[in-house]
Each structure stands twice: as structure tokens, then as C-alpha cells.
């Protein structure tokens, strides 16, 4: 079982900077590979990006590869997500999520989610 808590949400304006953070827990969370989310109002779910258990590989989204930067530290149990150039399109719900398995795009591969953190980017 593992348990996640996002953190780091709230309003910023276009062209700024937000890190969101996760905190994982559970006795073999570490072994978890991790994804972020999004979900806009209206919208489906679609991948952030990813990273794996050691934190050695990581994917990301084409429409956030540049200004989005994913990491972890197994010694704190954090996940971390650095925004920036934030964009209004950004806005959305972020969650964070975790498998023992994935590490790819697709939300239904993953067995625990957080309940999400608001980000909010004014034009």
C-alpha cells in the first residue's frame, strides 16, 4: 500500500514558476516508479511526466519537455515537479501517481493516486 499527498499548488501568472510536491509513504513505496498528472476542467486526465524507482530515468509530455522537470529523493520520500514558464493552458488539477511497474504515460497502469493539488496560471 502505498499512500501520496501533493502539496505546492495555487495561483501564479503566466510566465512563472511552481514546484509541486508528493509525499509517498509506505514500507516498499521507494521501489514505485511515479507520474504526474493533470486534469483541466472538461478535460480528460493526460501524463505530466514520469520517473523511475531510482530516479535514473524520466519521461515527460511533449507539451511541457523544457519547461518541466521531474525528481525524487527516497531519502525524504519526496516527489518533486519544478514548473516553469507556466502557461494559462497549465492550469489543471495535478496528481501525482505510483506503481510498482509504470512508468509510462498511461493513467489506467497506475494503482495509487494522491487526491490532487490546484494550479491556477493567470494570463
Known amino acids: 500500500q502505498v499512500q501520496l499527498v501533493e502539496s505546492g499548488g495555487g495561483l501564479v501568472q503566466a510566465g512563472g514558476s511552481l514546484r509541486l510536491s508528493c509525499a509517498f509513504s509506505?514500507?516498499?513505496?521507494?521501489?514505485?516508479?511515479m507520474g504526474w498528472f493533470r486534469q483541466a476542467p472538461g478535460k480528460e486526465r493526460e501524463f505530466v511526466g514520469s520517473i523511475s524507482a531510482s530516479g535514473g530515468s524520466t519521461r515527460s509530455a511533449d507539451s511541457v519537455k523544457g519547461r518541466f522537470t521531474i525528481s525524487r529523493d527516497n531519502v525524504k520520500n519526496m516527489v518533486y515537479l519544478q514548473m516553469n514558464s507556466l502557461k494559462p493552458e497549465d492550469t489543471a488539477v495535478y496528481y501525482c501517481a505510483a506503481d510498482l511497474l509504470a512508468t509510462g504515460p498511461r493513467s489506467l497502469d497506475y494503482a495509487y493516486w494522491g487526491q490532487g493539488t490546484k494550479v491556477t496560471v493567470s494570463s
Open positions: 509506505g514500507r516498499t513505496a521507494r521501489l514505485y516508479g
